[in-house]
């Protein structure tokens, strides 16, 4: 594996930082032979060390190609002392086999992987970078490093792309919290001759095939560097403090078992996993390469880890931006249509039991319109005086609440008659509370209000959503969320 650009090790201690070069003179330079071409690298520029505020050991510059192994000896005999290179020397076994390439102790809370390659039409790295690094705090900087495997077969073109990413990113390069990696060609299995499973064009089997190992390549090489990791795609818009949101989802499944969440519903796209989970996925891409697309893998590898249900939280905290697909550059416009620019802004839904007097059909059961389950709750023969109840296991100061029925697929079964209410009081050994509060009613379907806490005298300990009208049509509420404040 090689490091393009960032750091070789990241530890917990320690307090030196290269801040910037001493010098822009290069400590030496090799030249690489490849068949047809003749391609100079730069070696590494003078170590500064000095010393900050929080500071992490970093490695500076080598921008580079995947170049033989004597090069980067003698790369390495140019330094001065107490440079670190950021070449790294290809391992003998991929990756995977081995120890991960990104070796050192999980310093941070979040990885933010993805690979890019050259397309034929359309170019968003740049601005999916920034938007990971605009949409987060410095707070929330101080925990996440982005690893991007540039992971195209044209060499120049990462070298190229390898050196604006540098100039466009250099803070947060010098800083330690960008990474570019690229793994050599000759560390890739074959694609040639490959299996043509689901009739998929040759070339649509060559590409898909490169594109797992380009992740399971990502993978190894982020296996130890945070406690999760974050797949995403070059061409993605971030909601605004999306580390925050992930970090209260994770709170909010503390204690229960999952392999993966999700926080977007597109393909590859907002994937969550324990960093201690990859090597064994990197392992995994790599044995079924051939078989099928990444995003179908990814299913196969939950499930094996006996994840039955998918785990996906709403609203979503990517978006798709990429008007051009990677491949041979169609137009792609895949949009997540429950994409929440302000992670800020996630809905608290405190640990509650759910009852509703409607009969339910098959499995829509009520839990899956206030949960993370995927899917929403569907309700037989709503009838005027009909309820949803919402009981939460301890009391709680609600200030906001939306609630959304209906959906595409079955646009009549919505609630056309009804209000929210709040209440108080549980009742010992009930799904119900002693007292409601009539908060406000339902408009076309929907139901949203801020500032309950002013109306209500003190904690809620049930929510609920009364029918006030027969209806013909079945009842969907595709989700209910729920904003609290602590109180006094």
Known sequence: MLLLCGRQARTRGGALLS???????????????????TTRLPGCHRCAPTRRAAARPVSLCCLGLSVPAQCYAMLREALPHGCTCSLLPPPPLLPPWGQPAGTGSPGEFLTVGLASVRRPRGYYLPATLQSL????????????????????????????????????????????????????????PTLEGLKRNYNDPEERVRFRSKQNVDYAFLLAFAANLSSYYLMIEDDVWCAKSFLTAIRKALASHEGSYWATLEFSKLGYIGKLYRSSDLPRLARFLLLFYQE???????????????????????????????????????????EDDEFQADALDLPDNPPAALFTSMSVFENYEPLKAYSTAEGYFWGKDPAAGSVFSIVFQQPAHVTRVRVRTGSDERRGDFLHAGVLELGRWRRAGSWDCSAYTTVGTFEKGTFEQRGLERGMPGPVDCVRIRVTQDQSEWLIIQSIDIWTTAGT
Request: hydrophobic residues 40%; aromatic residues 10%.
């Open 19 to 37: 801040e910037k070069p001493e010098s822009s003179q290069p400590w030496g330079s090799c030249r690489a032979e490849h068949p047809g071409k």
């Open 133 to 188: 690094f605009k949409q987060s705090t410095e707070e929330e900087l101080q925990e996440m490093v982005v690893v991007v495997h540039l992971a195209d077969t044209d060499p120049i073109w990462n070298v190229r792309v390898a050196t604006n990413i540098a100039h466009k990113f250099a803070h947060h390069i010098l800083l330690g919290r960008l990474l570019l990696i690229h793994a050599p060609h000759e560390f890739y």
């Open 292 to 334: 099928m697309p990444c995003d179908w893998l990814l299913v196969h590898f939950r499930l094996l880890l006996t994840q039955k249900d998918v785990i996906r939280f709403k609203p979503s905290l990517f978006q798709h931006m990429g008007l051009y697909s990677s491949f041979q550059g169609t137009v792609n416009r895949l």
